[in-house]
Nanobody
Framework: QVHLGESGGGVVQTGGSLRLSCATS??????????LGWFRQAPGNEREFVAA????????TYSDSVKGRFTISRDNAKNTAYLQMNSLKPEDSGVYFC??????????????????WGQGTQVTVSS
């Protein structure tokens, strides 16, 4: 069974930066074959798409709200994905989840397309 674990969250001031990591653990599997996504959820809101990356890292997609500020990447040799977040705003606050789309190498923006999820890491941007 595959497990995902997020880290790197915290409290930062408006305009600051954070780098989230998503590490995998569990049985051996072809991490480099599957697409990965980042989603976030603020209190009272639905979980929303942030960014996604294809199996080789060349295909990336972002939500309009983070485009130009966030960068998704992956290191298949380390079985880890990252989300670099710059120019953070208070509206970026929430719990950030990474997710894997097992069986598919292409990124997707819909939450239901991902079948393995981490527990999330809290990001708080103070004004």
């Amino acid at each position: 069974q595959v497990h995902l674990g997020e880290s790197g969250g915290g409290v930062v001031q408006t305009g600051g930066s954070l780098r989230l990591s998503c590490a995998t653990s569990g049985r051996s599997f072809a991490f480099g074959s599957y697409a990965l996504g980042w989603f976030r959820q603020a209190p009272g809101n639905e979980r929303e798409f942030v960014a996604a990356i294809g199996w080789a890292g060349g295909s990336k997609t972002y939500s309009d709200s983070v485009k130009g500020r966030f960068t998704i990447s992956r290191d298949n040799a380390k079985n880890t994905a990252y989300l670099q977040m710059n120019s953070l705003k208070p509206e970026d606050s929430g719990v950030y989840f990474c997710a894997m789309r097992t069986g598919w190498g292409t990124p997707h923006t819909e939450r239901r397309q991902y079948d393995v999820w981490g527990q999330g890491t809290q990001v708080t941007v103070s004004s």
